[in-house]
Antibody, heavy 121, light 107 residues
Framework: EVQLVESGGGLVKPGGSLRLSCAASGFTFSDYSMNWVRQAPGKGLEWLSSISSRNLNIHYADSVKGRFTISRDNAKNSVYLQMSSLRAEDTAIYYC??????????????WGQGTTVTVSS | EIVLTQSPGTLSLSPGERATLSCRASQSVRSYLAWYQQKPGQAPRLLIHDASTRATGIPARFSGSGSGTDFTLTISSLEPEDFAVYYCQQRSVWPPLFGGGTKVEIK
């Protein structure tokens, strides 16, 4: 079964850091670009970051550029999101999602269940 | 960046009715547009890619059309499970932003 499972969410104080992980299974992970997308409470979807299959191309939304870092380990079938200088407005459900192919393909066809990040003092 | 504007914000319809959702881009995205469905408490699901191609397993009552800046998602006859929020996303250029969403609710 094709599956993505996120972990690492939790409660963190403003200015703190957190590392999210996404474990993939059921497909050849190294063939696909991977993404992080978040959803603040009661709000819409926000694309955050993408990393191509071989780590050659990385992109970030302006809202997280310089604070968040995406990475992947194809040997471990995992993608990560290192988040630092966290703010209250980063409170959201964070989803890991697979592109249909590599590097801005035509959609995101596999999604994890999400992990919740709460930034509060 | 390309901004996507979805309308209406909320669509109130009854089961069996036709739903027509709009997504307008601030500049051309050619045919590189995707549609997603999200139900409460669930992750989004890819419905349509390349403006008009249904993703694997998506029922034929869902159809997409358009190119350039104007796109439409049509649900020909609403089933109870179709009441959800729908998002468009452009896949033409970085950043691949989402529209604000259209909620399809039961009238």
């Amino acid at each position: 079964e094709v599956q993505l499972v996120e972990s690492g969410g939790g409660l963190v104080k403003p200015g703190g850091s957190l590392r999210l992980s996404c474990a993939a299974s059921g497909f050849t992970f190294s063939d696909y670009s991977m993404n992080w997308v978040r959803q603040a409470p009661g709000k819409g979807l926000e694309w955050l970051s993408s990393i191509s299959s071989r780590n050659l191309n990385i992109h970030y939304a302006d809202s997280v550029k310089g604070r968040f870092t995406i990475s992947r380990d194809n040997a471990k079938n995992s993608v990560y999101l290192q988040m630092s200088s966290l703010r209250a407005e980063d409170t959201a459900i964070y989803y890991c999602a697979r592109d249909t192919g590599d590097y801005l393909s035509n959609g995101m066809d596999v999604w994890g269940q999400g992990t919740t990040v709460t930034v509060s003092s | 960046e390309i901004v996507l504007t979805q309308s209406p914000g909320t669509l109130s319809l009854s089961p069996g009715e036709r739903a027509t959702l709009s997504c307008r881009a601030s500049q051309s995205v050619r045919s590189y547009l995707a549609w997603y469905q999200q139900k409460p408490g669930q992750a989004p699901r890819l419905l349509i890619h390349d403006a008009s191609t249904r993703a694997t397993g998506i029922p034929a009552r869902f159809s997409g059309s358009g190119s350039g800046t104007d796109f439409t998602l049509t649900i020909s006859s609403l089933e109870p499970e179709d009441f959800a929020v729908y998002y468009c996303q452009q896949r033409s250029v970085w950043p691949p932003l989402f529209g604000g969403g259209t909620k399809v609710e039961i009238k």
